[in-house]
């Protein structure tokens, strides 16, 4: 009776201890990465998507990136540029000048 009341603490400290070392770990908020995966996978099941056509769905998604403000900016005044038909110093100067303005 003793050897099992022993084994019954001893089970129970573990089973405790396991307990108080995983609510930290539960408690960690998510990566970027698995905030993507989530909004990813939500699309996928809105869509009702399944086998080949929902893997494709993923991949894309996963790996599509979004542009940054100062990516943008640099598309957009790398488009100015071609639009007026700048080369050289010109276009050196004037793509300066344009990204170094702030935004409106």
């Known amino acids: 009776?003793?050897?099992l009341l022993s084994a019954m603490a001893a089970v129970g400290?573990?089973?405790s201890t396991g307990a108080m070392?995983?609510?930290p770990a539960a408690a960690k908020e998510a990566t970027p990465q698995q905030e993507k995966m989530k909004a990813c996978n939500t699309d996928a099941g809105s869509k009702n998507l399944k086998?080949?056509?929902r893997k494709a769905f993923?991949?894309?998604?996963?790996s599509a990136k979004k542009s940054t403000p100062q990516q943008e900016k640099m598309k957009s005044c790398n488009a100015d540029a071609g639009a007026k038909?700048?080369?050289g110093d010109e276009r050196k100067?004037?793509?300066k000048e344009c990204l170094s303005n702030k935004p409106a």
Do not use: H, P
């Not at 993923?58 to 996963?62: A, H, P, V």
């Open 58 to 62: 993923m991949k894309s998604c996963l």
């Open 1 to 3: 009776m003793k050897k």
């Open 51 to 53: 086998g080949d056509e």
């Open 85 to 87: 038909s700048l080369k």
């Open 13 to 15: 400290f573990i089973l």
């Open 21 to 23: 070392i995983a609510t």
């Open 93 to 95: 100067a004037f793509m």
